[in-house]
């Protein structure tokens, strides 16, 4: 069965300057084309920005650019994973989400993931009404059909930083997708990060050590949700901060908040993309990888693995193998 080549792009997201964005979104298209993938994934936010103000008293500039976006992706046959906020027209009416809009290669909008776990940049936004069973659909290519989910940000890691209260228990995203026996997990994502020259923040220790804190988790979160739900998952941040002036000097001197990169069903990087800079990667995914994944494990645990905490397994069960440029 021919391999899926699904690819992201960390690339810097400008805000106030859709047209910025829009250039780098069709820049990382060309790349994908050129290198024969099959599905493209950008960050959060990457056509919109995440200055919410702007973005949504500008939604005609948005919607001309994502047209144009559009087109480009269906004369070049590449799917594409789009991060954005937009006014999207529902059964409730006009609302602003922050989405990732998926695409086809002919230009289908096929799916639409919303956010659930909102954060204060996200302004006017309104969260997912649905539980994540219901934004989950299907992929289809060649003969094969993935059952796909998206995350954006946060709602990798929302729940855990909510915490909840004694009389309101917080069920994490992650811990439905175990049950929900899907193949990929699309996660766009834009957090925390600062410039390590150059700013008052810059000479400033403990961020460095909040900004690793955050690090280990937001990573940890990634594998385990990967591993415990025995699925593929592609992670695309963006290479700048918030508000980022558009100075690309500064672009090998801030750090992605958390690991873009394709991870396999047992939580292990199959990717090894640079934490700093513009990074375009690719991964050739086998449609029956999890297939394979769920039965080696099954094997080992005797088919107890959900109530394991370890599980033990031999590189040379499966070959793994993997493309990054």
């Not at 299907?138 to 003969?143: A, G, H, L, S, V």
Request: proline letters at 3%; aromatic letters at 12%.
């Amino acid at each position: 069965m021919k391999k899926i080549r699904i690819a992201g792009a960390q690339i810097p997201i400008k805000d106030k300057d859709i047209q910025y964005n829009k250039n780098e979104i069709i820049k990382a298209l060309e790349w994908a084309k050129e290198n024969d993938v099959d599905l493209l994934q950008t960050p959060e936010g990457s056509l919109s920005g995440y200055e919410f103000p702007y973005w949504e008293e500008n939604m005609s500039e948005i919607i001309e650019s994502l047209e144009e976006i559009q087109k480009v992706q269906k004369d070049f046959g590449i799917a594409l994973n789009l991060g954005t906020c937009i006014v999207d027209y529902e059964q409730y009416g006009a609302i602003k989400r922050n989405q990732i809009r998926h695409y086809s290669n002919t230009g289908e909008l096929y799916g639409i993931t919303n956010k659930t776990y909102l954060v204060h940049a996200d302004g006017n936004c309104i969260p997912n009404f649905h539980d994540l069973e219901k934004t989950a659909f299907k992929m289809k290519f060649d003969d094969s059909e993935l059952l796909t989910v998206g995350l954006i940000c946060n709602d990798m890691w929302g729940s855990s930083q909510e915490q909840g209260k004694n009389f309101k228990p917080v069920r994490s995203l992650n811990e439905t997708l175990t049950e929900m026996h899907v193949d990929i997990i699309f996660h766009s994502t834009h957090g925390f990060k600062f410039a390590e020259v150059g700013t008052k923040d810059s000479n400033d220790p403990k961020r460095y050590i909040i900004r690793d804190t955050m690090d280990l988790w937001n990573e940890a979160w990634l594998r385990m949700t990967a591993f415990r739900s025995v699925s593929t998952l592609l992670t695309v941040d963006s290479c700048v901060y918030w508000d980022w002036d558009g100075n690309e000097d500064l672009l090998d001197k801030i750090r992605t908040s958390s690991p873009s990169g394709v991870i396999n069903p047992i939580g292990q990087w199959v990717t090894n993309v640079p934490r700093y800079g513009r990074q375009y990667f690719y991964y050739d995914l086998d449609p029956n990888l999890k297939k394979k994944y769920w039965d080696v494990i099954n094997l080992k645990s005797k088919g107890e693995w959900l109530n394991s905490d370890i599980i033990s397994y031999n590189n040379d069960d499966l070959q793994i193998k993997s493309d990054t440029v």
